[in-house]
C-alpha cells in the first residue's frame, strides 16, 4: 500500500474512445504528477500540478488532458489515441516545496495498463 | 540538470551484497541523489536518499564521495525478491518538478 491509488488497474480501448484514468493520493500531499512508461523506456514525465495548478506540461500531445480537481485527485482525460499510446501510466505524488533534505520524495500508485486497439 | 549514467544489468547470488555505482559528473550543489525500485507492473518505490557522505536505513546503504559525481546503492545481503530494476535521480530544490528517470540497473538475483 502506497497510499496513492489508481484506477483502473488495465484498460482496453480503441482510438475512438474517450476514457479517464484516476489517481487519488491518501498522503496528504500537495504535488501530483502523470508519467508513461513505455516497453523497455525509461519514465517519461507528461505533467505535474502543486496546489491544484498545473506548472508543468511536457511537449504531451493534445489528445491527453490532465484534471486536479483538488490536491488529492488527479484525472488523465484520454480521447483518439493512437496504438503508440499504449503503455503503463503512473501517477506519483510530492510534498511540495523541497526545502529540506528528505523532503519531495514522490509516492507512486502502481499504474493503469493501457492497450490501444 | 544533472544526468545520471548506471549499468544497464547486473547479476547476483541470494546472500551477497551488491553495490550499484551511479555516475552524475553534473551535479549541483542544491542536488539529492535518490533511488528508487521497481518490479515488473509497478510503480518505483523509494529506496534512499542523500546529500553527502552516508546514509543508511533498513533496506540498504548509499555512499556518496566528498566531489559528489557518483553515488552507490549497496544492498545487503541480497534475496530473490530483490529482482528488480534499481534508478539513480539526481534532484535539486529548484527542479523538483523535473524528474528524469534514466533507464536504470536492472538486477537479477540468482539462487
Known amino acids: 500500500e502506497t497510499g496513492v491509488t489508481q484506477t483502473p488497474r488495465h484498460l482496453v480501448m480503441g482510438m475512438t474512445n474517450k476514457k479517464s484514468l484516476k489517481c487519488e493520493q491518501h498522503l496528504g500531499h500537495n504535488a501530483m504528477y502523470w508519467y508513461k512508461q513505455s516497453a523497455k523506456k525509461p519514465l517519461e514525465l507528461m505533467f505535474v500540478?502543486?496546489?491544484?495548478?498545473?506548472?508543468e506540461n511536457n511537449s504531451v500531445p493534445s489528445r491527453f488532458s490532465p484534471e486536479c480537481p483538488n490536491s488529492s485527485h488527479l484525472f488523465l482525460h484520454l480521447h483518439t489515441l493512437q496504438p503508440e499510446d499504449s503503455a503503463l501510466y503512473l501517477c506519483?505524488?510530492?510534498?511540495?516545496?523541497?526545502?529540506?533534505?528528505?523532503?519531495?520524495?514522490?509516492?507512486f500508485g502502481d499504474g493503469t495498463r493501457l492497450s490501444i486497439l | 540538470l544533472a544526468k545520471t549514467t548506471q549499468p544497464i544489468s547486473m547479476d547476483s547470488y541470494e546472500g551477497q551484497e551488491v553495490n550499484i555505482t551511479c555516475s552524475h559528473n553534473?551535479?549541483?550543489?542544491?542536488?539529492?541523489i535518490t533511488w528508487y525500485q521497481q518490479f515488473p507492473s509497478q510503480g518505483p518505490r523509494f529506496i534512499i536518499q542523500?546529500?553527502?557522505t552516508k546514509v543508511t536505513n533498513e533496506v540498504a546503504s548509499l555512499f556518496i564521495p566528498a566531489d559528489r559525481k557518483s553515488s552507490t546503492l549497496s544492498l545487503p545481503r541480497v534475496s530473490l525478491s530483490d529482482t528488480a530494476v534499481y534508478y539513480c535521480?539526481?534532484?535539486?530544490?529548484?527542479?523538483?518538478?523535473?524528474?528524469?528517470f534514466g533507464s536504470g540497473t536492472r538486477l537479477l538475483v540468482r539462487p
Open positions: 506519483a505524488s510530492s510534498q511540495e516545496p523541497f526545502r529540506q533534505e528528505g523532503s519531495g520524495t514522490q509516492h
Open positions: 500540478y502543486s496546489l491544484e495548478e498545473r506548472v
Open positions: 553534473n551535479i549541483a550543489t542544491n542536488d539529492y
Open positions: 535521480l539526481v534532484s535539486g530544490m529548484d527542479s523538483s518538478y523535473k524528474l528524469i
Open positions: 542523500g546529500y553527502k
